[in-house]
Nanobody, 116 residues
Framework: VQLQAFGGGLVQAGGSLRVSCEVS????????MGWYRQAPGKERELVAT???????KYAESVKGRFTISRDNAKRTVYLQMNSLRPEDTAVYYC???????????WGQGTQVTVSS
């Protein structure tokens, strides 16, 4: 299974970015997909997840600003990030958990930098 992340970049505080994660097989083979992030010197943390029937979960710090969604036909999960803050600066990683085994998969990460 391969996860390919796209869309990171540099944006000013208050701006928006969308990151995408394309997977190499059907999204329905995963129990959940999501985004995590890791800032320098910090542990990786959950940002948002989306389940197979669309249930979503967000970290408190991004609620109301970030939206996770998916396009099943394109095998892609998106994270729309609005009202970005400098503290959102991190490497964002796409994650997928197998629906049938205990396997977990990670994308290569994409850098998001928010300038003040």
């Amino acid at each position: 299974v391969q996860l390919q992340a796209f869309g990171g970049g540099l944006v000013q505080a208050g701006g928006s970015l969308r990151v995408s994660c394309e997977v190499s097989r059907s999204i329905f083979s995963f129990s959940a997909m999501g985004w995590y992030r890791q800032a320098p010197g910090k542990e990786r943390e959950l940002v948002a997840t989306i389940g197979p029937v669309g249930a979503t979960k967000y970290a408190e710090s991004v609620k109301g600003r970030f939206t996770i969604s998916r396009d099943n036909a394109k095998r892609t999960v998106y994270l729309q990030m609005n009202s970005l803050r400098p503290e959102d600066t991190a490497v964002y990683y796409c994650n997928a958990r197998s629906r049938y085994t205990s396997d977990e998969y990670w994308g290569q990460g994409t850098q998001v930098t928010v300038s003040s």
